[in-house]
């Protein structure tokens, strides 16, 4: 079995392009027939591909969730507006210009043209088209509403895409500026302090214990710059591997938690993760128990995770949705199940969950802003106690010399 790369054209004169997997050549020729096309050329794939340019691109290329968003919001606006399914995935192949997620559209129109539903063929790309995307277009072609699916998993993909983004810029700034403290130190320490430590030397000076372990870490830096340098990176390495492990990352959802200022936000963010998805999966008609397990995979916090778990089984066993909601009020704040409770008895429950997720969001939005102005005097802070040991340290020396010449 092969897989060939073709172009054909159809009997109103459309050209398009597909991927098949066949025998030879004269399977193939069989598969686009049914499909009602004519073969205009293809190429088959092979040892070949390493010298072809097109084809390494679209392999190591990466699929931005924007692109996904824009995918989901243009095929939706396209088939509202009347065109075939195919039609519409064959324009959305010629428009993107991400060759990667060009080969996937390839691959699902060609799909689709032989008789697979949207879902089950984008349901082969897993790494590319997660569970909610696929679990809400399947909702949209079983309940006949699929462009209208398509528009509300774009708005759930954008919102959470921007909660994200503002999240990741409130933290740049205090990440730059301990960046920079650690490089101007780790300078000093291999450049400044060796200096100093000679004149001491010279001048047989008693150094207090503090200037004694700022010089034996600078003889460190300037001795051994390239174990160091290695150590620290082998340091960050294994803490990167350790945090993704079960028991490391179930550690460090803990510490996200409980991090002053930090763990507010994690919960408000889970939260607003939680009812947007929830909202949407149950407004595109998918039922209670499949939601939960998608937005279980939505939510990365573990100690989050538990508490959709323990709702999936309150539900199994003929409980409410809120109330596993309500029981974990340490982790989801008590707003979120007294919402969804009224949402159950006023059977408005995705409405409801939706204002709690616009809640939500407007209050991590409002927080990302103020983060770098709360941070700041703790930083200020910081980094004035790391200067006033640096100069305390080294002056004392200093002035001690300057007495005893006296």
Known sequence: MARFTYTAEKVGGEIYTGIADAQDRFELYGIVRREGGKIIAFSKEGSDNWLNFKYWNSKLATIKQYNKILFARNLGAMLSAGLSLTRALAVMERQTKNPKLAHVMTEVASDVRRGATLHDALAKFPHVFDKLFVSMVKAGEEGGSLPDSLGVVSDQMERMYQLKKKVRGALIYPFIIVVAIIGIGTLMMIYVVPTLAQTFEEMNAELPVSTQFIIAIS???VEYTVLAIGGAATFLFALYMAMHTTIGKRWGDFVFIHMPLIGTMVR??????????LA???????DVLSSLTITGEVVQNSYFQDVIKDAGKSVGRGETLSAAFVRHEDLYPAFVGEM???GEETGALSEMLKRLALFYEDEVDRKTKDLSTIIEPFLMIAIGGGVGFFAVSMITPIYSLSQNIG
């Not at 408000?268 to 998805?277: F, H, L």
């Not at 949407?280 to 998918?286: A, Q």
């Open 219 to 221: 003889n460190f830096l």
């Open 268 to 277: 408000e963010v889970n939260a607003a993760r939680t009812s947007r998805t």
């Open 280 to 286: 949407s999966l149950l407004s595109s008609g998918v």
């Open 340 to 342: 969804m409770s009224v």
